[in-house]
């Protein structure tokens, strides 16, 4: 299921003020409407918003949420009976709007304008506007709006004729264009931590760090606040020297028949460079080691030149901004060499009010900052880009690997491509948010090493076990869902 994500606004609809769309759970803005004029925000953003965060279990996306409990849910041939609700017509329509442009721009389409109340949407996405709200400023019916529509923008009907491993292995040798969503999952099997596993996962380990959420390790103003408690992790977090996995050969090997249209990645370890991943298939949408840039000057450097730094949990700083000090302050002993202070100057001098040392800075280098992308940073054009204006169009296959799709834009990503396209997924866990066609559970490593067994192609890698077989275990609850578990010999 969704979860609950909330609205925040400080001005009347009809100014057309800032809408942020909140996930609750990650705390990360998935859309943004934006007037000409930027209004401050206000973080209240009503007690329903509150009981929607409340509503999640540790499992989030994977519990039911007990917000959605407290709803009422209707049908588009039972809106004619609520009063002020849309048309079937009208429901209809503002559906199929979202599912063409997406959350952001629907949001600045629909309420960013002021075009038409949240009340109202509510019923196009299905959730009867609550009898206890009635006379509520509309702002309160903003967080039931962003549940509705993020349970409409993910929701895709399964795909009936897929569901055997047999499809699977066709789908993939009938295919041209395949995009491959890729997470942390992929990576783990280097040694490379995921974030969000409950024992085993980065975050789970952070609790010595004192924060109040782990997520803040990677929040940007916590970062220019205090990089040492980015840089006391990251060197658990950096790739392995030329290393790859056999999932991420599995990428090239797909790049290699011709068949990969592009790998948008969430990672920020750059192995898929060192799998060869050409740069114009890979999307990498959170950014990555591969550079680093100085947070003053903005020198860009490649991520190798500040690994040993980093490895040592030391802070990298910028060697051009030491040099530029360095000559700066060269000049300015010259300068007093020349220019010196009688000692009653001196004197006179210290006991001016306008040099007290409290407002005196002292320069300092700038941070090298590795560019990936933080919380409360911009995510890269290319993303958007290269999905809606080059690859919807295309593709003809998508394989997710290794994520719970649970992180903005990525996550969105099944949701905003043609529902006609097959969805294949390839985890440990399932992901039930999402109608997968065909779901693989386990070793996302042992997953793709049977699928190319099956397919006949030869996935080379020193990390598959010569010989290896495979069990593969029909769900007993599922036509479509398998389970992966290599044989011990």
Partial sequence: MDVAAGLVVEEPLQKAPMVNV??????????????EETLDLDDDVSQLSSSASDGESEDGWETQSLYEDALQFIRDDQLATVPGACTAEEARTYRKRLHTIGKAAFVEETLGRGTITAKKLCTAFGIMPPGFLEGAPDEAYHPL???????????????SQYNTIDDAVELLKKSKNIIVLTGAGISTSLGIPDFRSKDTGLYSKLEYLGLSDPQE???????????????????DILPNEKKFTPTHAFIRLLQDKGKLLTNFTQNIDNVEANAGILPEKLIQCHGSFATASCTKCKHRVAGEEVFNEIRKGQIPLCVVCKEQLQVTSQGMKRKRSSNGLQKKDRKNYEDDDDSSEDGYEIPSPGVMKPDITFFGEDLPDAFGRRLVEHDRDLVDLVIVIGTSLKVAPVAEVPGILPRNIPQLLISRTPVTHIDFDINMLGDCDVVVAELCRRAGWDLDHEMIPEGQKVEVELDEDSVSTHKFNPVIL
Avoid: N, Q, W
Avoid at 145 to 159: D, I, N, P, Q, V
Avoid at 217 to 235: G, M, N, T
């Fill in 22 to 35: 909140v996930d609750h759970l990650t705390g990360e803005v998935v859309a943004t409407s934006a007037p």
């Fill in 145 to 159: 709006f962003a549940l509705g529509m993020s349970r409409e923008f993910s929701r895709r009907e399964k795909l």
């Fill in 217 to 235: 390790v990677f929040d940007i103003e916590l970062f220019c606040e205090d990089p040492s408690i980015f840089y006391s992790i990251a060197k």
